[in-house]
């Protein structure tokens, strides 16, 4: 009879726990989707203030607050693309007609950077635009600036150091390759597949082999830019642009590693590509200088830390590529991937890094960096980060929330 009372007793607290476990577990699945609702309508608000501040044939780049001024730039630069990227990442999650609309009205004054031939942004201008207009509307016009971009890109390959030039020869610089370029790669590798054209996937995986070889030190961290000799491929020399020194670990170059060889493991399956992502992740959340928020400064290395400036691109677009990290490992692994990509979206969700209604010019996200050894962009919002943060924010309900019935 007692050991009979025992197993009942045992088995109601089980089911105790599990239903309190469960409600539990449902308390923070609403807690996100209630962040993620709320950062849309936000987001929703700005961009069409930033959309009526903003000049009909320019792209919005940065805001000063200082001088309440708002920065913009033609579509020839590196960074045009991020606007109406962000707009169809709204309208993805809102269905807001408005939107829409002014995505498709700065598309068309950036369609003919599809043949812009100065530097290799090109993934950056027209897949993070073009290639998500076409996603969601199935526009074939989307699709086909997409290809040709593609192919302009590809001209940039040079087969003796078998990688895409960056930027054009200087007085500094060869024929430098920069480790951002990984993330242009996810505009070749699907055009390759659109078209089941091997030429640009052959490219894709020849640069990501050279900077797999040449850009990353033994504990996983990246320089920023690596010189060559364009005649003999030789290695001229492994410097900064953006960085702390040619030896630091400039935070958002290791975001952007961290994301382009995940872009190459989700084409390929090429297993050397995922194990890379795993040990950048690795080095960057084990990082001691990385903090309690996962928000980083924007250089690990640099000599004045805690007081200096944080990054919250590098931290938007670690968040961005953590969480498709998660998809692609089990266990506690995956466990620590996506908790720790939630953690970054609450944190740049706070007030410490989001933007009020009406502030800051109708950006997002504050507190970026762009360049402080060129005293550019220094604590400003910027376009990318309010783009790879969206992006992030649907990953996430896409992958960790559970869909509605």
């Not at 609702?37 to 608000?45: D, I, K, Q, R, V």
């Not at 950077?113 to 290799?120: A, G, L, M, Q, R």
């Not at 080095?283 to 640099?302: I, Q, T």
């Not at 200096?308 to 961005?320: K, L």
């Given at each position: 009879m ?34 993620i ?9 700005q ?7 903003t ?14 001024k ?25 269905k ?7 995505a498709?009205?700065?598309?068309t004054?950036?369609?003919k ?10 993934g ?19 699709k ?28 500094n ?41 040449n ?67 690795s ?20 000599t004045?830390?805690?007081n ?13 590529a953590?969480?498709e990290?998660?998809?692609y490992?089990?266990?506690k ?36 960096v ?20 969206l ?8 992958w ?6």
């Open positions: 007692r050991s009979k009372f025992l197993f009942v007793a045992v088995l109601c607290l089980s089911v105790f726990f599990v239903l309190g476990n469960t409600s539990y577990a449902q308390q923070k699945d609403e807690a996100m989707e209630k962040l609702n709320e950062n849309f309508s936000l987001a929703t608000s961009y069409k203030l930033l959309a009526k501040n000049a009909a044939g320019e792209m919005p780049r940065n805001f000063v607050s200082k001088e309440n708002l920065v913009t730039s033609n579509t020839s630069w590196w960074t045009s693309g991020f606007f109406p990227g962000s707009l169809w990442y709204i309208y993805e999650y809102t807001d007609t408005a939107i829409k609309s002014e498709e009205r700065r598309l004054i950036l369609e950077e599809k043949y812009h031939t100065k530097d290799h942004d090109l950056f201008m027209i897949y993070c635009s073009f290639g998500n207009a076409y996603r969601i509307t199935g526009n074939p016009v989307y086909e600036t997409v290809l040709t971009a593609s192919e302009t890109l590809i001209k940039r390959y040079r087969p003796t150091i078998r990688a895409i030039q960056s930027w054009d020869s200087s007085s610089f060869s024929c430098p390759v920069i480790i951002d370029n990984m993330m242009n790669l996810e505009m070749l590798c699907w055009s390759a597949d659109e078209l089941r054209e091997p030429k640009f996937k052959v490219v894709a995986i020849d640069h990501t082999a050279t900077t797999l070889k850009h990353y030190r033994p504990d996983y961290s990246s320089y920023h830019v690596v010189d060559y000799d364009k005649a003999t491929g030789k290695i001229l020399k492994k410097k900064t642009a953006q960085g702390f020194s040619d030896e630091s670990a400039w935070a958002r170059g290791q975001s952007w590693g961290l994301y382009g060889f995940l872009i190459m493991y989700r084409f390929t399956k090429e297993p050397s590509y995922l194990q890379q992502a795993k040990n950048i992740a080095f960057l959340l084990n990082h001691p200088r990385l903090p309690k928020d996962k928000v980083p400064y924007w250089d690990y290395d640099a004045d830390i805690p200096t400036y944080r990054d919250v691109s590098a931290a938007a677009i670690m968040c961005s953590l969480l990290l998660g998809q490992t089990e266990g692994e995956k466990e620590n991937y996506v908790k720790t990509g939630k953690k970054l979206l609450q944190s740049l969700s706070s007030n410490a890094y989001r933007n009020k209604p009406e502030e800051n010019g109708g950006f997002i996200l504050k507190h970026s762009g360049s402080i050894p060129h005293k550019s962009e220094v604590d400003v919002p910027l376009t990318y980060a309010d783009y790879y943060f992006e992030a924010l649907l990953r996430y309900k896409k960790y929330l559970p869909a509605k019935k």
